[in-house]
Nanobody, 116 residues
């Protein structure tokens, strides 16, 4: 089992920046791809960005390309999401998980609220 804890969310004005962190523990040796997901009020959870834990290859949903950057620090077992030029539509609870996601690895998430 993999345990994941998100942090770093908050309230920010449109155009601002935030950096989210995801600390991983447990059977992390089994993880090939990690990801950030988000769920906005009244919407389904969506995949935002992925990163290969060994390759470092990244992918992004079109709506965040050029604004968000996913990265990881293997020594710290931590993944990050740098979010710049935030928009009101980025408001959501952000979660980290693996790909494909594991139902028993969802954490509490971290709330990101962007005010316009």
């Amino acid at each position: 089992q993999v345990q994941l804890v998100e942090s770093g969310g908050g309230l920010v004005q449109a155009g601002g920046s935030l950096r989210l962190s995801c600390a991983a523990s447990g059977s992390i040796f089994s993880i090939n791809i990690m990801a950030w997901y988000r769920q906005a009020p009244g919407k389904q959870r969506e995949l935002v960005a992925t990163i290969g834990t060994r390759s470092g290859v990244t992918n992004y949903v079109d709506s965040v390309k050029g604004r968000f950057t996913i990265s990881r620090d293997s020594a710290k077992n931590t993944m990050y999401l740098q979010m710049n030029s935030l928009k009101s539509e980025d408001t959501a609870v952000y979660y980290c998980n693996v790909v494909p996601f594991r139902a028993d690895s969802w954490g509490q998430g971290t709330q990101v609220t962007v005010s316009s």
